[in-house]
């Protein structure tokens, strides 16, 4: 697995980063995938969220947010969430290391039992290979086929 030169976590007040992962969110999703500007970036995207932003150089080549406190029914879980790699970068292994770093501070906080992702239909594998199972059927999230997954965390049950 390749590693970043860093990895930078932060809250949205944090201007300088912030506008690192907006610029790169907004290149997948909005430019590549076509989603609505309003859609990727939601009332989700607030000072209530952790970013991780992987760093090559002075460049943001991946990023996530966390939810702390998720809308699931279930207590005890947490959500990764606008997972991001930029296109240079992708099928080299730094969306399993972004995926660590999230995953890592998730555990680290000792408050949750499992991780959620809601991921695009075209994302699943990767999801599957770094331990998540699809945990619902298909659903239509803004017109793209997305299924929730979960990941179980040993230590925090």
Known sequence: MNKFDDVVQFS???????DKIYKLR???AVTEQGIAETDEFDSTDTDKCIYFSG???????????VEDDVNTGEQNVARIER????????KKGFGRAIMKVAEAYIERSGKYNKITVNAQKQAVPFYECVGYKVVSDEKSVIGIPHYEMQKELRGNK
């Open 55 to 65: 760093i090559i150089g002075e460049e943001t080549i991946a990023c996530c947010r």
């Open 83 to 90: 997972v991001a790699v930029d296109k240079r970068f992708r």
């Open 12 to 18: 949205k007040d944090a201007i300088e980063w912030w």
């Open 26 to 28: 907004y290149t997948i």
